[in-house]
């Protein structure tokens, strides 16, 4: 890969990786009410869930930044984040600006997806542990 692209894969890569850390360590200081958020979607053990969320959050984000087995890492990410758009942006059972919100919050998370699933198929670029 030439200069730019290395350089291009590193920025795309921490860009991706910054929602889950920030997202993360937001929960840790947030854990009740990420709890209550995701026990009013009916979700079983949502203590357990924070816990797992935290975890694939921000150690998931924090390899994809430093590109330490960042393949696993971005896969790891996007599975977390296939059910969390369904259980968390479920436009289609809303109406008005609820429905609006979330059915870009979800598209966010599709693309999102799309990116994480990039970084698996073709890895974290020269600029990183991994370096690949």
Do not use: C
């Not at 694939?56 to 390899?63: I, M």
């Amino acid at each position: 890969m030439n200069p730019g692209k290395n350089l291009a894969a590193f920025v795309g890569r921490v860009l991706l990786a910054l929602m889950f850390v920030i997202a993360g360590f937001g929960k840790i200081g947030g854990f009740e009410g990420t709890a209550g958020y995701i026990a009013s979607a009916g979700l079983p053990m949502p203590q357990l869930g924070v816990l797992i969320a935290i975890a694939v959050e921000l150690g998931g984000g924090l390899l994809l930044v430093v590109g330490w087995k960042a393949r696993w890492a971005a896969l790891a990410l996007a599975a977390f984040t296939v059910p969390a758009t369904f259980f968390f942006h479920n436009f289609w059972n809303m109406s008005g600006p609820a429905m609006q919100t979330n059915q870009l919050l979800f598209m966010k998370n599709i693309s999102v997806i799309g990116g994480l699933l990039m970084v698996w198929a073709f890895g974290p670029g020269r600029y990183s542990i991994d370096r690949e």
